[in-house]
């Protein structure tokens, strides 16, 4: 009997480690990041493209890499079009890196891309105008 209880018992500490291990692996990682913000419309030929912005607590997935909630950043982007500038059903896409030269690098290469076609007016959104908000994190994530 002795036996059976003493298994009993590892077994509940290894399924509790191995438990504990886990969530601490799933937890994400906190830092900053830069990122910028492009909309189109495919109903007219105005391009949105915002200033490069530096955001505070964003999360990453620790086992991706990938920006958590990314598309919440766009959404932000899109209401704001949608509520201040009166421009609905737009389509909005948020850019970012860790590495601000890259960053700067391909922000360049859009606004190049879209300046060049005379079909399309780019105009650019300052921080002054928008500015991207962390999002609020669950607090079990």
Known sequence: MYKIKSLVVLLALIFCQASTLQA???????????MFGFSASFSDSLIYITDIQKVDSVRFQDKSGLLMNRTSYSNQLQFYLEREMNR??????????????????????????????????????????FEFEPENYDANQ
Do not use: M
């Open 24 to 34: 601490q692996k799933s937890k994400s990682e906190v830092r900053s990041i830069y």
């Open 88 to 129: 609905p059903k737009t389509t909005c896409v948020t850019f970012c890196n860790e590495d601000l030269k890259k960053l700067q690098k391909e922000r360049n290469e859009i606004w190049n891309k879209y300046s060049k076609d005379r079909s399309v007016i780019v105009k650019t959104l300052t921080k002054e105008q």
